[in-house]
């Protein structure tokens, strides 16, 4: 059973960028698919990127895609969220979560697919 901890949130200003990491131990990251969601004070947890397990393909929710990367460092046992071009709406907690769903391609968003779950970092944009 693999565990996941997440880092890099923090104080972040309008415009800004920031990259968060998630470290799995307990195994092998390699064997999962990846996903970050968030959750803003008072809402709901959504979904914000996915990356399967073999880093081939990638997907974004529509508001962060065009200033969002996702990667993974299997050796490391990391993978990562960047985001630039912050503004208050990013504000949230953020998750990984980690999956090993056979048709994670049809449902990756969905918080169901993902067995585990770090703890969460806290990113808050603000001037």
């Known amino acids: 059973q693999v565990q996941l901890v997440e880092s890099g949130g923090g104080l972040v200003q309008p415009g800004g960028s920031l990259r968060l990491s998630c470290v799995a131990s307990?195994?092998?990251?390699?064997?999962?698919?990846v996903g970050w969601f968030r959750q803003a004070p008072g809402g709901d947890r959504e979904f914000v990127s996915g990356?399967?397990?073999?880093?081939?393909?990638?997907y974004f929710a529509d508001s962060v895609k065009a200033r969002c990367t996702i990667s993974r460092i299997d050796a490391e046992n990391t993978a990562y969220l960047e985001m630039n071009s912050l503004n208050e709406e990013d504000t949230a907690v953020y998750y990984c979560?980690?999956?090993?769903?056979?048709?994670?391609?049809?449902?990756?968003?969905?918080?169901?697919?993902?067995?585990?779950w770090g703890q969460g970092t806290q990113v808050t944009v603000s001037s």
């Open positions: 979560a980690a999956s090993r769903s056979s048709i994670y391609a049809g449902v990756y968003s969905g918080e169901l697919t993902y067995e585990w």
């Open positions: 990356i399967t397990w073999t880093g081939q393909t990638t």
């Open positions: 307990g195994g092998a990251l390699s064997y999962y698919h």
